[in-house]
Each structure stands twice: as structure tokens, then as C-alpha cells.
């Protein structure tokens, strides 16, 4: 399988205030990453990776086909911005990977025997249960 490579160029990053763990940091330094990589525009995905990654994106996907991927799970810039890239690698990943295509079948004779004579069971349980007028 021929591994996607998306290059630097493609991707841009931005450094925001995390609200997550930091202490008085937090308030002072911006740690958290916020990666935006344009999968529309992108020449590095293939078409059909593109359609799937953009379907699995969900939320993470703006109006442009911009995928932004906001870390600030760590305290620091760093294990932020390898976070957001491994994160980005990973859907991809599993955007690359084609669903397989269902494979029609047909029940069995003996299957759909089980199946109606369950209903015809619950439908005696559910006689049994019916309110008979008194004959006295």
C-alpha cells in the first residue's frame, strides 16, 4: 500500500490559548495547536481518499473543505503540535483505507423457518394474554 504523504506547505498552524491543564500558564502562553489542512484543494490526496476523508471529518470540516484539528490535550507547544499531526495522519489513514463492499446474501430455508415459528410462538404468548369476557 503506497502511504500518503502530505507535505509541510499543505498544512498550516496556529498557537492559541489552551483551556486545558498548564496552571498560570495557561493564561500566558498560547500551547494549544490549531492545524488546518485544506482537503479540497489538496493535490496530494487522491480522489476517491479525499471523498472518505471528508465524510469522516464530520464537525472538523468547515464550508471551504478546511480540516481543522485543535489540540491541547499536553502543556506544551510541542507535544500539542505532534499530537494535531498524528492525529491528521490517522484519519487519513483511515480515509486511504476503501471500505469493503458488502457481499449479498440470502437467508437460509432452516433461518426463516426459526424466525416464523418464533413469531408464531410470541404471537400464542401475546393471545394468552387477552382479556376474555366472563360466561356466567
Do not use: C
Not at 29 to 54: I, K, M, N
Amino acid at each position: 500500500m503506497n502511504r500518503i504523504r502530505i507535505p509541510e506547505s499543505e498544512l498550516e498552524e496556529q498557537f492559541v490559548r489552551s483551556s486545558g491543564p498548564g496552571g498560570q500558564n495557561v493564561n500566558k502562553v498560547a500551547t494549544a495547536v490549531e492545524l488546518r489542512f485544506d482537503v479540497r484543494r489538496s493535490p496530494s490526496l487522491p480522489e476517491a481518499v479525499r471523498q472518505r476523508l471528508e465524510r469522516l471529518a464530520g464537525q472538523r470540516l468547515t464550508k471551504d473543505g478546511v480540516l481543522v484539528i485543535r489540540a491541547e490535550r499536553h502543556r506544551t507547544q510541542e507535544r500539542n503540535r505532534a499530537d494535531a499531526r498524528r492525529r491528521l495522519d490517522e484519519l487519513v489513514a483511515r480515509a486511504a483505507v476503501a471500505p469493503k463492499r458488502r457481499i449479498k446474501t440470502r437467508p437460509t430455508g432452516a433461518s426463516k423457518e426459526r424466525r416464523l415459528e418464533t413469531k408464531t410462538r410470541r404471537g400464542a404468548i401475546k393471545r394468552g394474554r387477552r382479556k376474555r369476557p366472563d360466561y356466567d
